[in-house]
Every structure is written in C-alpha cells, then in structure tokens.
C-alpha cells in the first residue's frame, strides 16, 4: 500500500458516499495520497415506441451545473482534511466514467460508497458499485454506508 499515490473517490452526494469519502481521506492521510474526487451525470432520455423525448439543452445545462455546484460543495466540506482534493465531472453511465477516470489520472486505488441494495430495488435501481468491481481494472474498495 505505500506505492498508493492517487484515490478516485466516486460520489452520487449520499451519506454513504461521504462516508467513503471520509474513509479514504483517512487512507490518504496515512499514505501521503492525494483524492480525486468525481461525480458523473446522465442526461435524460425517455423512450417511447414511437420515439424518444430528450431533454433540452437548457435542461442539460441545469443538470451540469447543479452537479459542478454539488460536486464543488462536497470537496469543499473536506478542504481542510490535510489531504490534497481536486474534483472530475463527466457526463455518461457512471459505472463506464468512474472507469475511464481512473485510467486518465492513473488512480492507484478507487473507494466507492455501496448501498447494499438488494431484490427488486437493487433490481430497479442496478449497483454502481458493483459494475465498477466487475469491470474495474485497478484496486477497488467498496464501503457499506453507516445504516
């Protein structure tokens, strides 16, 4: 673990996430590691048998930027951590994002908040979590929330 230099940290802005958050800042710290911080979006897109309905750009731009300014408040709350945070914001299926941040800043180790899920919600609501530890190619830590 001491070759441990860049965590990505994946945020959805959850209890749970921020536990993770917490977790690997206290991992950092240890280390001497620095946190990449991350939220990814989705545009949403509605299908119907004769069509589609997408949202319009106004709309898309509302979602990005309540996502900058909640990603920006969520590394804010831990400024003051002692450990070095920056943040990453992307559009696209998280699971597919949190994998090709961790390719571009080479992140040694991604930590990811699960909420353990389980039947017809987990159906309904699929696992992040669980699509990165399946097609992660880096060291992945998931962590329970506190429930």
């Known amino acids: 673990m001491a070759g441990l230099k860049r965590i990505l940290v994946p945020t959805d802005f959850t209890e749970t996430s921020d536990h993770a958050l917490s977790w690997a800042i206290d991992l ?3 280390l001497g590691a620095s ?14 048998p004769d069509g589609a309905l997408l949202a319009t750009p106004e709309i898309a731009g509302r979602l990005a ?6 990603l920006d408040a969520a590394v ?3 400024a003051d951590a002692g450990v070095a945070l920056d943040s990453v914001l992307r559009e696209g299926a998280a699971w597919e994002e ?6 571009l800043i080479d992140a040694d180790m991604v930590v ?6 389980r039947g017809f919600s987990r159906a309904l609501l699929g696992s992040v ?7 992660g190619h880096r060291p992945i830590v998931t962590i329970r929330g506190k429930e």
């Open 28 to 30: 950092a710290k240890r």
């Open 65 to 70: 930027d309540a996502s900058r300014t909640a």
């Open 35 to 48: 946190i990449t911080v991350m939220h990814a979006y989705e545009i949403p897109i509605v299908s119907f």
């Open 98 to 103: 949190i994998n090709a941040v961790a390719d």
């Open 112 to 117: 990811i908040g699960t909420h353990g899920r």
């Open 76 to 78: 804010r709350k831990h």
């Open 129 to 135: 979590a669980e699509n990165v530890v399946r097609t």
